[in-house]
């Protein structure tokens, strides 16, 4: 079964400041999809990027980018020029692309993002 | 509707008392998923549903839970005689088809209080 490990329980930045979350997972697959989720207080989890593992180049979107290292299964979201809407709740979660366990997402613990004005 | 809604928002039950959480998935999504999301914890996949079937229950915690959807849209996950572990949030998210490529899009979640 596939884990996924988020190591920092909370992480704070300043406003304008660059942050990067950590993510680590195991699986013995090849191909697969890993995502980056921000859950505000509302509760309502949002995609913030999202990276298939076929693909060498890192994904980016506007202000966040990601790391990946297929060899040491890593996956850092990297936040740059924070921003006060960025506090957050961020998840990292992984989905296989083939087989019969690729229709759930199995998600770390969650990084507490504080952004400090 | 524009995305998917759960009903009630926020829930307080006693123990014992069963309990029912809706889910409004997107208009024509097909696949539909639960998760419980404890406090302090990731997200946990309870079951999916593709069109009005569930091909995989393995994640539901107990016998007390079932799940069920009807029409292709309307979710309703029931919890039977509930204790105080099931306190979390359940959230309701739905994607166009299950396949790994489509998006799953959540809704806000139900908060459960078992008292």
């Known amino acids: 079964a596939q884990t996924v490990t988020q190591s920092q329980p909370e992480m704070s930045v300043q406003e304008a400041e660059t942050v990067t979350l950590s993510c680590t997972y195991d699986t013995s697959e090849s191909d697969y999809y890993l995502f980056w989720y921000k859950q505000p207080p509302s509760r309502q989890m949002i995609l913030v990027i999202r990276q298939e593992a076929y693909k060498q180049q890192n994904a980016t979107e506007n202000r966040f980018s990601v790391n990946f290292q297929k060899a040491a299964k890593s996956f850092s979201l990297k936040i740059s020029d924070s921003q006060l809407g960025d506090a957050a709740m961020y998840f990292c979660?992984?989905?296989?692309?083939?087989?019969?366990?690729?229709?759930?997402?199995?998600f770390g613990k969650g990084t507490l993002l504080t952004v400090n004005p | 509707g524009a995305g998917v809604s759960q009903s009630p928002s926020n829930k307080v039950t006693e123990k014992g008392k069963d309990v029912e959480l809706r889910c409004d998935p997107i208009?024509?999504?097909?696949?539909l998923y639960w998760y419980r999301q404890r406090l302090g914890q990731g997200l946990e996949f309870l079951i999916y549903f593709q069109g009005n079937s569930a091909p995989d229950k393995s994640g539901l915690p107990s016998d007390r839970f079932s799940a069920e959807r009807t029409g292709e849209s309307v979710s309703t996950l029931t919890i039977q005689r509930t204790q105080q572990e099931d306190s979390a949030v359940y959230l309701c998210?739905?994607?166009?088809?299950?396949?790994?490529?489509?998006?799953?899009?959540f809704g806000p979640g139900t908060r459960l209080t078992v008292l």
């Open positions: 208009s024509g999504h097909t696949a």
């Open positions: 998210a739905s994607s166009l088809a299950w396949s790994s490529y489509n998006e799953q899009f």
């Open positions: 979660a992984y989905r296989s692309s083939s087989g019969g366990s690729n229709y759930k997402l199995t």
